[in-house]
């Protein structure tokens, strides 16, 4: 029996554990009228970036940064202009996204996860916040509670 594939195999998943390997992988998808787009992917060292090419060559990207309990993405449009999302506390019970437009206004999204429920707040760029709260789940009586800028509903189930 030939252990050389064997051996080479769990030599790269060791020295992947070293140092990440990264790979790219490119698509292109050519229409009807011959006109092409094309993405390239490379994913890698904690990080993906996606570049999009149009059939007119306008170019958009996608940048990921992952990391323990989250990632931070952010994306280039073809004009220049940006937006980004960062999402933090994956894991803890306590998960907090931020996105920013490419106006530059923010909105943020925190939740809090405990036993028999969460609470969810949301703000937006004008500083409305609206928040859903779950309490007593897995007990047959849970209450949610919704309230934000127009008032409050409580609904029981």
Known sequence: M???????????????????QSSTTTT??????????????????????????????QTATRTTDHYAGGNSTTVTGPNGQTASRTVTGRGT?????????????TVTRNTQRYAGGNSTTVTGPNGNSANRTVVGRGTGNAVITRSGPRGTVVRHR
Do not use: E
Not at 37 to 53: E, K, P
């Open 93 to 105: 019970g306590d998960v907090n996204v931020t996105a920013t437009g490419p106006n530059g206004q």
């Open 2 to 20: 030939n252990r050389l594939p064997v051996i080479a195999a769990a030599l790269a998943l060791s020295t992947g554990m070293v140092q990440a």
């Open 28 to 57: 292109t998808v050519t229409g009807a009228n011959g006109q092409t787009a094309t993405r390239t992917a490379t994913r890698g060292n904690g990080q993906t970036n996606v570049t999009v090419t149009g059939p007119n060559g």
